[in-house]
């Protein structure tokens, strides 16, 4: 904002606009999951992530299936296992390498672009294996790094060659600029860099703004963009914002505001302000 400049330009200017996927949040059962895809697809979004965690594998794998019957070849599908790290409400272990082994030949079925958090984030060698077995057999991506915070745990990830795609989050891990020189190692190496951005808008904007700055849509194909009504809305995600962030046919403008481009809504923080907090 000092400077005058957006901060994507001040980090490169790779690029101001930005590929989005639609990221659903919600366990639907299968009818409402397909009717979802169809609302993503007219409202132009190509790609669409669908997260695991239903009563049964069996249940998450069926809503795969009918949704790529639905949609065919017009939505590239993504799947977040979310084994990569545990609530303290979480009972069950993470999978194991011959579970997520399973499961990929299932997903690859399916055409599934990319596989996300199939194992613990500290399971290196399982990671490595994995990537390395669907490098062999064939197309499907390995992702992960949502909640992955240390520098060092990124050069493990790198160095043992464990993920296709990086999706660290510049709010839970060293800022925009710690993560910057981290996106451009990641594109150099020939892998993807696409952080994860669930969060307001707030986080949303600063992760945009690293992702355009460095790698640009080149580097990171898609970028995240959390929208699951109606629990998940532009209006609840953005609610700290003077104007909710917007996409078009499945893109995002950053523009040339300087900083972020961020207009807080004061007056609704004023009003929801709490001096105190409450976690259920």
Not at 46 to 64: N, T
Not at 128 to 144: D, I, K, N, Q, Y
Not at 231 to 254: C, F, Q
Request: glycine share 10%; proline share 5%.
């Amino acid at each position: 904002r000092i400077e005058g400049r957006p901060v994507w330009q001040m980090l490169g200017g790779t690029s101001s606009r930005l590929r989005l996927y639609a990221s659903s949040a919600v366990h639907r059962a299968v009818p409402d999951m397909v009717a979802t895809a169809h609302r993503m697809l007219d409202a132009g979004f190509e790609a669409m992530k669908i997260r695991f965690g239903r009563p049964s594998i069996d249940d998450d794998l069926a809503v795969i299936s009918a949704v790529r019957d639905a949609v065919g070849d017009r939505l590239t599908l993504m799947v977040d296992c979310n084994q990569g790290w545990r609530m303290p409400w979480d009972t069950s272990q993470p999978w194991s390498l011959e579970t997520a082994t399973t499961i990929a030949a299932r997903l690859q079925a399916e055409q599934v672009f990319w596989m996300e958090e199939p194992l613990h984030r500290g399971d290196y060698a399982g990671l490595a294996a994995l990537r390395g077995h669907l490098a062999e057999t064939g197309t499907m991506l390995v992702a992960g790094g949502e909640m992955t915070r240390e520098p060092y745990e990124f050069r493990e990830l790198l160095e043992r060659d464990c993920l296709d795609v990086f999706q660290p989050d510049c709010v839970c891990s060293q800022g925009i600029s710690g993560l910057a020189s981290l996106a451009r190692e990641v594109v150099t190496r020939g892998k993807v860099f696409t952080p994860h951005t669930w969060g307001n808008g707030i986080g949303m904007l600063a992760n945009l703004h690293l992702t355009a700055g460095t790698v640009g849509h080149e580097g990171s194909l898609w970028v995240e963009w959390p929208y699951d009504p109606p629990e998940w809305t532009i209006e609840r995600r953005d609610y700290p914002l003077a104007t909710h962030l917007g996409a078009a046919g499945g893109w995002i403008e950053l523009g040339d505001s300087p900083g972020l481009g961020i207009v807080l809504d004061e007056a609704l923080l004023a009003r929801t302000a709490s001096s105190t907090a409450t976690f259920r």
